[in-house]
């Protein structure tokens, strides 16, 4: 197994441990962790499609794994700042269906012989979503975590850029989504 997708399965390897952080309030600093493995993880997204292009490492194993773990990673994080109040459950649904609506049209698209590749909005949507999950992190700790609560007031203006940003990322994700089904409208046209 090549490095760039060794990363890709360390990458899904920390995902229970960042929940884990989150989801135990017993945990000292348990946001803090939360926030440097989801970093880390962020990163080796980054890093292993970087391997991967510059070594020509590209494998099927690549292809599949380097989109799951991605979603994996942001779903967990989505689903975990829901159940931590961070952000509106309608969020998580805009973000999760795209996700699940996406996958689907590719693979119909696969079965007709057509792929469909990540699109530059996709890139951007992705890109977003993960600076929107590290902001609302970071939020998490300067309201939460005692080590950090009293860096802030909780009236700053700081702590309504991650609400903005993450609605952005929404947004993004809503606006990749209709297009990738405005390129691959074929796979799944009711007229067929």
């Known amino acids: 197994m090549n490095l760039a997708n060794q990363l ?11 929940i884990l952080f989150l989801s135990v309030p017993q945990i000292p600093h348990g946001p803090l ?6 970093v880390i993880a962020s990163y080796t997204d980054h890093l292993d499609g970087k391997i991967a292009r510059e070594r020509n490492l590209i494998t099927n194993f690549g292809i ?9 990673l942001v779903t ?7 159940s931590l109040s961070m952000i509106p459950a309608f ?13 689907g049209l590719r693979t119909l698209s696969a079965k007709e012989g057509t792929v469909i590749a990540a699109s ?10 993960m600076l929107a999950i590290v902001l609302m992190l ?23 850029i991650p609400d903005v940003v993450m609605y952005a990322a929404a947004f993004m994700t809503l606006y990749s989504g209709v297009d990738y089904f405005t ?4 796979a799944i046209d009711p007229k067929k």
């Open 8 to 18: 890709t399965l360390f990458r899904i390897a920390l995902i229970p441990f960042f």
């Open 33 to 38: 962790w939360a926030l440097i493995l989801f």
């Open 64 to 72: 599949f794994m380097d989109p799951f773990a991605d979603k994996l």
């Open 76 to 82: 967990s994080a989505i689903i975990m700042l829901v």
């Open 91 to 103: 969020v998580a649904i805009i973000i999760i269906a795209r996700e699940f609506a996406v996958s």
């Open 120 to 129: 530059s909005l996709g890139k951007i949507k992705t890109t977003l979503q």
């Open 138 to 160: 970071i939020k998490l700790l300067l309201t939460n975590d005692p080590w950090f609560a009293n860096w802030i007031s909780p009236k700053s203006l700081l702590l309504w």
């Open 183 to 186: 390129k691959g409208w074929s």
